[in-house]
C-alpha cells in the first residue's frame, strides 16, 4: 500500500463548492491508497501551518505528497509546503488548477521553478495548461484530466420548446455570473420563452451584485444557493443549455458534467475552454463579456437540431473519456 499526504483546500460550508481535494482523494483511496489530508481550517494563516505540520507529522511514512496548485493566493500555500517537501527530501506532485499559472510562470518565474523543476512530476488537467508549462520549458509536466464517475451522469435527451439556462459556479467576479442575466434579459427582450438557474454559493460578495441586477433588469432568476452533485444534476434534468460565462478559466468540472449529462454547452472562449470544448464539435463557444455573441450562439443550439444532436454526442464521449476507470492508471503511474 502507498501513502499519500493530499495538500489542498478541504473546506466545506455554504460558501464554497467541494474542490478537488474531495474528488481524488476519496478516489485514490478506493484503489486501496492511504491518504491523509490538510487543510480544513478556514482561517488562511492556520490553513498553511496545518499544511506544513501535515507535512512534517507523516514525512516518515509518505510515498508522496499532492498539491492542489492555483494561480493566486493558494500558490503560495504550495510554494511553502513544495520547499519543505523539498528540505524533507519528499516526492511531491503538484496539480495544476489556476488558469492564470501560466501569467504566474511570467510574473514570478524564480518562485514558480522552485516549485515546478524540482517536483517528481507537474500533473495537468488540461492540455492547455499542459501546453503552457512545454512552452515554458518545464519537461515533467504530464496530462492527467479531471475525473469523473461516469455512471453519476445519467445521459438524459430533452425538450427544446422553450429556453432553459443552466448555470452552475461559484459565484465570484472571475466567473462573470452577470453576464448570465444579461444574456436572460436579452433573451426575454426578443420574444423568447427563457427561464434561468443559477446555482452555486457566494465565494466574494458576488452574488448579491447579480441578485441587483436582475432586479435591476427587470427578470426573475432561480438562485438555490450551493447544492450537493446529486442535487444539481437531479435539478438538470429540468435545463436545456447549459452556459459558462468564466473570463478565466482551466477545465471546470462543472462544465464536464454538464457534457455527461446530455446539456448542450455554451461558453465563453477562454484559457482551457477550447482545449476541452471545439466549436461546434462539443459545443459552443464565444467571445467573453459578449452577451450578443452568446445570445446568438444559445438561439443557433435551438434552431439546429441535427447540429445540436451531434456536439451533444460528441460532447458525451468526451465526457466518458474522463471517467475514474479510464484515468486511473495515470495516477498510478506517477505515483
Not at 499532492?66 to 496539480?95: G, H
Not at 484559457?271 to 464565444?286: A, S
Not at 467571445?287 to 443550439?301: D, G, N, T
Not at 475514474?324 to 503511474?333: A, E, G, I, R, Y
Request: with cysteine; aromatic share 10%.
Amino acid at each position: 500500500m502507498k501513502n499519500v499526504l493530499y495538500i489542498g483546500n478541504n473546506l466545506r460550508g455554504n460558501h464554497r463548492n467541494p474542490s478537488y481535494i474531495s474528488v481524488l482523494g476519496p478516489l485514490l483511496e478506493r484503489e486501496g491508497y492511504s491518504v491523509w489530508y490538510a487543510s480544513s481550517k478556514a482561517n488562511i494563516v492556520l490553513r498553511l501551518l496545518e499544511m506544513l505540520y501535515a507535512v512534517i507529522k507523516h514525512r516518515k511514512t509518505t510515498n508522496c505528497v499532492l498539491i492542489d496548485t492555483y494561480s493566486t493566493l493558494n500558490f503560495y500555500y504550495a510554494f511553502a509546503v513544495s520547499q519543505l517537501c523539498r528540505l524533507l527530501k519528499l516526492d511531491y506532485v503538484p496539480i495544476l488548477h489556476g488558469g492564470n499559472l501560466p501569467k504566474r510562470l511570467h510574473r514570478t518565474p524564480k518562485l514558480s521553478g522552485m516549485i515546478f523543476n524540482h517536483a517528481k512530476q507537474n500533473v495537468s488537467p488540461s492540455h492547455y495548461l499542459y501546453e503552457r508549462f512545454k512552452v515554458h520549458g518545464m519537461a515533467n509536466v504530464t496530462f492527467i484530466p479531471n475525473a469523473i464517475s461516469i455512471d453519476d451522469y445519467p445521459f438524459k435527451e430533452r425538450s427544446y420548446t422553450t429556453i432553459k439556462l443552466l448555470w452552475v459556479r461559484s459565484f465570484s467576479v472571475l466567473y462573470n455570473p452577470e453576464l448570465a442575466v444579461k444574456v436572460l434579459k436579452t433573451l426575454l427582450n426578443k420574444g423568447y420563452k427563457t427561464t434561468l438557474c443559477m446555482v452555486g454559493p457566494d465565494s466574494d460578495g458576488t452574488l448579491a451584485n447579480v441578485k441587483a441586477l436582475a432586479s435591476i433588469l427587470g427578470v426573475e432568476v432561480t438562485f438555490t444557493g450551493k447544492l450537493s452533485k446529486a442535487a444539481w444534476t437531479q435539478l438538470s434534468q429540468d435545463y436545456n443549455c447549459f452556459i459558462n460565462t468564466t473570463n478565466f478559466d482551466n477545465t471546470p468540472v462543472s462544465v464536464i458534467e454538464a457534457m455527461a449529462l446530455g446539456l448542450p454547452i455554451v461558453s465563453t472562449n477562454v484559457g482551457g475552454m477550447p482545449y476541452l470544448i471545439q466549436h461546434q464539435q462539443e459545443g459552443l463557444l464565444v467571445a467573453p463579456e459578449s452577451v450578443e455573441a452568446m445570445v446568438e450562439a444559445i438561439l443557433y443550439l435551438f434552431e439546429h437540431a441535427t447540429e445540436r444532436d451531434h456536439m451533444i454526442a460528441n460532447a458525451r464521449a468526451v465526457a466518458e473519456s474522463f471517467d475514474w476507470n479510464c484515468v486511473k492508471q495515470l495516477w498510478k503511474d506517477v505515483l
